[in-house]
């Protein structure tokens, strides 16, 4: 008779051989905190628009710009979870601070100017007749970038969320 093993019978008999069973992705440190911070950031972007302009705006929640940067809270919450985990001497700590630090530039800088051009390129559309072949195009995303306390601020959150999913594990 052929007999059908389960998965719970090869864990079990793994587990009593001394086997260790693979780690699950819940319990990577670095992933989860880069998660939640991003889903955090993103989530308080509805609460920063409403101070702000006054008015619940649900898009928020998947776009990009505002406060504050969910770039920056996903890198930071990454890196400092990493140092946390395997040391700040480890290369992959050094690796995640680099790339953490490239995605906080390109944050505050080219994707802000970026930002700003498209506000202008947009106002100029505007302002041309309604004949132009151009005057009916559609209009740019001009909330591309951050500002440097946007920047900070994200920055700030992903460190501390990744803080506290350390001493909560």
Same mark, same amino acid.
């Given at each position: 008779?052929?007999?059908?093993?389960?998965?719970?019978?090869?864990?079990? $008999?793994?587990?009593? +051989?001394?086997? /260790?069973?693979?780690?699950? #992705?819940?319990?990577? !440190?670095?992933?989860? *905190?880069?998660? %939640?911070?991003?889903?955090?950031?993103?989530?308080?972007?509805?609460?920063?628009?409403?101070?702000?302009?006054?008015?619940?705006?649900?898009?928020?929640?998947?776009?990009?710009?505002?406060?504050?940067?969910?770039? $920056?809270?996903?890198? +930071?919450?990454? /890196?400092?979870?990493?140092? #946390?985990?395997?040391? !700040?001497?480890?290369? *992959?700590?050094? %690796?995640?601070?680099?790339?953490?630090?490239?995605?906080?530039?390109?944050?505050?800088?080219?994707?802000?100017?970026?930002?700003?051009?498209?506000?202008?390129?947009?106002?100029?559309?505007?302002?041309?007749?309604?004949?132009?072949?151009?005057?009916?195009?559609?209009?740019?995303?001009? #909330?591309?970038?951050?500002?440097?306390?946007?920047?900070?601020?994200?920055?700030?959150?992903?460190?501390?969320?990744?803080?506290?999913?350390?001493?909560?594990?």
């Amino acid at each position: 008779m052929d007999e059908v093993l389960t998965a719970a019978d090869v864990a079990a $008999s793994n587990a009593l +051989a001394g086997e /260790a069973l693979p780690p699950s #992705l819940s319990s990577n !440190l670095p992933l989860v *905190s880069a998660l %939640l911070a991003f889903s955090i950031a993103q989530f308080l972007k509805l609460f920063t628009t409403w101070y702000k302009e006054k008015r619940w705006d649900s898009k928020r929640l998947l776009g990009s710009g505002g406060m504050p940067s969910s770039h $920056s809270a996903t890198v +930071a919450a990454l /890196a400092m979870a990493i140092g #946390l985990q395997e040391g !700040l001497n480890s290369s *992959s700590f050094a %690796l995640a601070l680099t790339f953490a630090t490239i995605v906080m530039y390109d944050a505050s800088g080219i994707r802000l100017h970026a930002g700003r051009q498209a506000e202008l390129l947009n106002q100029i559309v505007c302002e041309l007749p309604p004949e132009h072949p151009v005057s009916n195009s559609r209009p740019l995303r001009e #909330l591309l970038g951050h500002t440097p306390l946007q920047v900070c601020a994200g920055a700030i959150l992903g460190c501390i969320v990744s803080f506290l999913m350390k001493n909560s594990v």
